[in-house]
């Protein structure tokens, strides 16, 4: 990799889990070397008025690779994470064919490699994410895959996710959970209440995802896996996830940024864009998935990146597959909704999405405090610059943008991926 040799950035605010201070870094040979006033090199990036952070972690993108390579490669999809100024992402099982073993694992991660970004993947639970059978965990574990979800459906069999858990704790392994409950959710496409009513659509209820994040805590209890919920959108398992941390349970949870910006009222015009798994919810949920990113009982903000074709997306609302675009849009999302609406601080804002997604997916390189001697993995924001969101110029392979319109703040300047200066001026280098 082309790391730029001393490199400084001069100027910035730093914000990292240790606090905030103002203070040039020095990056050479992939490693910031020093943090300081009055530092110089050959090299200089102009923070002034800027935060300098650890970079963005997802623990939730959608690669679609194999198999659905139109919609989104792991390389375009890497250029996107780092144009929203992530250095790391946990790529979603569902592809085809699914993660399920090691040479699927190997493949993505070689892939990976070549990207502007730091490519993790998860592994499915069961093989084919079908729900039936446990997928080889140990041989996806022995290639340093630490999160296991069948993301895109939820294990619907308890004494199959039991023995998942307990296959888990075994190996130290984290499962992560997309909770639906299949039997309440079937033939379903948007969230069952007054607007599914409206527009006779088939709801599902806030209690699928509910029932699943019950049980889900009830056998972590009972076996002590490891267990991470993918994102949470109702005010109940908001609630449900802070009684079990209450109680001392180790569990995390994440919320993706449509589910605090977005709600079902969105669905009026029968516009797929705004259909997604699990579902926008109403205006009490998304104040609630609010107020428990800034207690802390919802960990991480994680996108759920989910690119696909127009040519799907514009089937009816009920045919089309559920799913929109994050990378991109998340950080300017997170402070125009959480930071200017009052719920948290920039740096809240800036853990949720860097050091605590980085520690839940044991990812030591990212999300690290800036000092000397750590990897060069870190963004430049201008938090002051407002931007209008358009689908047109992203580096996504896919348009299905919910945010057209929207105005935000917080834009993501530069780039660093250990040493390399793979975003500048808010343009991806290669
Ligand atoms: O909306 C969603 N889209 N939810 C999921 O769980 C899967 C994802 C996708 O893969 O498109």
């Known amino acids: ?255 993706a940024p449509h589910h605090f910006t977005l709600t079902d009222a969105c669905c009026e015009n029968y516009d797929a864009t705004f259909k997604v798994h699990p579902p926008l919810r109403t205006q009490a949920d998304v104040d609630a998935i609010k107020a428990a990113l800034a207690v802390g009982s919802l960990d991480a903000i994680a996108t759920d990146h989910a690119p696909h074709a127009a040519e799907d997306k514009e089937l009816p609302f009920d045919q089309a597959p559920p799913g929109m675009l994050g990378l991109e849009y998340a950080l300017a999302l997170a402070f125009t909704e959480l930071v200017d609406g009052g719920a948290m601080t920039e740096a809240e804002v800036l853990g949720a999405m860097s050091s605590k997604p980085a520690a839940i997916a044991g990812m030591q390189n990212h999300g690290q405090i800036l000092v000397p001697g750590v990897s060069a993995n870190l963004c430049v924001i201008d938090p002051t610059h407002r931007w209008r969101i358009d689908a047109t110029g992203g580096a996504s392979l896919s348009r299905n943008v919910p945010y057209v319109g929207r105005e935000v703040r917080g834009k993501v300047r530069h780039t660093f991926l250990f040493g390399e200066s793979v975003v500048h001026d808010g343009e991806v280098q290669r």
């Open 1 to 255: 990799m082309n790391s730029h040799p001393d490199t400084v950035i001069k100027g910035g605010r730093i914000i990292d889990a240790s606090g905030e201070h103002s203070a040039d870094v020095v990056i050479s040979e992939g490693h910031i070397v020093a943090v300081g006033p009055n530092l110089d090199a050959k090299r200089v990036i102009d923070a002034a008025g800027c935060i300098v952070s650890p970079g963005l972690v997802d623990l939730h993108a959608h690669l679609r690779q194999p198999g659905k390579e139109e919609t989104e490669t792991i390389a375009s999809g890497a250029r996107a994470a780092a144009l929203g100024g992530y250095t790391a992402v946990l790529a979603m099982p569902n592809t085809t064919p699914a993660i399920d073993c090691a040479a699927v694992v190997r493949e993505v991660l070689d892939l990976g490699r070549e990207s502007v970004c730091d490519v993790h993947t998860s592994g499915a639970i069961t093989v084919g994410r079908s729900g039936e059978q446990l997928a080889p965990m140990a041989e996806m574990a022995a290639l340093g895959v630490r999160i296991f979800t069948d993301d895109g459906t939820g294990v619907q069999d308890d004494r199959l996710m039991r023995r998942a858990m307990e296959y888990a704790s075994g190996l130290g392994v984290t499962l992560a959970q997309h909770c639906e409950v299949n039997s309440l959710s079937e033939g379903t496409c948007m969230h069952e209440g007054e607007w599914s009513a409206r527009l006779g659509l088939p709801g599902q209820p806030s209690e699928s995802e509910e029932l699943m994040v019950m049980r889900d805590i009830a056998l972590a209890r009972m076996t002590g896996a490891k267990i991470h919920f993918q994102p949470m959108s109702t005010s109940g398992s908001a609630a449900l996830i802070a009684a079990a941390k209450a109680k001392g349970m180790t569990i995390t949870a994440e919320a």
